[in-house]
């Protein structure tokens, strides 16, 4: 089983939509969460930490689950520019280790 | 502030031959990462240095991938022989772990390696 686990994707939804992307971590000890975004070919760039109490930054909205070992984030009123793939992001053991999901790729259409 | 910065941008090789890639960090970040992302696939560590110090080596493929960061600044990574699996983008970060706990790792553009 894989450490972080994502949706499959791609999304594919018109501007204006609502999407929610999930994630899985198999390492109830993890630490800390984030998502971070990549652009095509580019790279991945952090978009924001995921809290126990849940956060939210403008349109974006993170939850996190720690009993189910879960994680989503939430964007509203989709943008051409959030066309990106999400990376979920979990920090295991010391050292800030990063482990990072497969992505999910979003594509929002006119 | 300038970012993390990342040479060459591109490189193709065939296989069995060497290859080495240069990281330059954000001044004053103690920490600096190697990744390897594969198409399809999130990036994956192969080594962590702690300034001048390893503190994470366990995905190195040590029999053929070296990395060192003399003077706990600039790093190397080396591939020596390289393989066709090899075919990735070669991702620096740095981070500056600092007394607050800052987990953020800033990343450089990366190095996208051809192996034929």
């Known amino acids: 089983r894989k450490e972080v686990e994502q949706d499959p994707g791609p999304f594919n939804v018109p501007e204006g939509a609502t999407v929610a992307f999930n994630c899985t971590y198999s390492?109830?000890?993890?630490?800390?969460f984030f998502w971070y975004r990549q652009d095509c070919r580019k790279e991945p760039k952090l978009l924001m930490s995921?809290?126990?109490s849940g956060n939210e930054d403008g349109r974006f909205t993170a939850q996190l689950n720690r009993a189910s070992q879960y994680i989503s984030l939430l964007i509203r009123d989709s943008k051409l520019s959030d066309s990106a793939t999400y990376l979920c992001?979990?920090?295991?053991?010391?050292?800030?280790?990063?482990?990072f999901g497969a992505g999910t790729r979003l594509a929002v259409h006119p | 502030e300038a970012g993390v910065a990342q040479s060459p941008r591109y490189k193709i090789i065939e296989k069995r031959q060497s290859v080495a890639f240069w990281c330059n960090p954000i001044?004053?970040?103690?920490?600096l990462y190697w990744y390897q992302q594969i198409l399809g696939q999130g990036p994956k560590l192969l080594i962590q240095?702690?300034?001048?110090?390893?503190?994470?080596d366990s995905q190195l493929p040590k029999d053929r991938f070296s990395a060192e960061r003399l003077k706990g600044v600039d790093s190397t990574l080396k591939i020596q022989p390289a393989k066709l699996e090899d075919s990735a983008v070669y991702l620096c970060?740095?981070?500056?772990?600092?007394?607050?706990?800052?987990?953020?790792?800033?990343f450089g553009p990366g190095t996208r390696l051809t192996v034929t």
């Open positions: 970060a740095s981070s500056p772990l600092d007394r607050t706990g800052d987990y953020e790792q800033y």
């Open positions: 390492n109830s000890a993890s630490q800390s």
């Open positions: 995921v809290y126990s």
């Open positions: 992001v979990v920090i295991s053991g010391g050292y800030n280790k990063l482990i």
């Open positions: 001044s004053g970040h103690a920490t």
């Open positions: 240095f702690q300034n001048n110090g390893v503190v994470d």
